[in-house]
């Protein structure tokens, strides 16, 4: 996982971060960093096309490219295992990676 000098979360206090709280922030994770998507209401806001990851883990979602929300991990499960990722998967969530990476602000790590 990665290690990013600033707030540490677990998935409790990471769901605060969903847009729907007063300071209105959002925040997302994706293997193990914490991402500020706020300034992209369109897309993480309510009503936006991913809505249902705000405030949550996304790794999974997007390495299998899905909004389904049993791959939404909530607090008091345990990590999810990575090396059941297919190679496309890997793929798909590096390209995911390399997207918030060159977008968004990494404000913390996510721990389990």
């Known amino acids: 996982m990665y290690s990013e000098p600033g707030k540490t979360f677990d998935l409790e206090s990471l769901s605060r971060y969903d847009g729907n709280n007063p300071s209105g922030l959002i925040y997302i994770a994706i293997k193990g960093k914490v991402y500020d998507v706020s300034h992209r ?27 389904d929300p049993e791959h939404i991990p909530r607090p008091g499960d345990s990590i999810y ?32």
């Open 41 to 67: 209401t369109q897309y993480y806001g309510r009503g936006g096309s991913y809505e249902i990851l705000a405030g949550k883990d996304a790794t999974v979602n997007l390495a299998k490219f899905t909004k």
């Open 81 to 112: 295992d990575l090396s059941s990722f297919t190679e496309n998967e890997w793929k798909e969530l590096n390209k995911w990676i390399a997207f918030f990476d060159d977008r968004y602000q990494v404000v913390g790590s996510l721990v389990y």
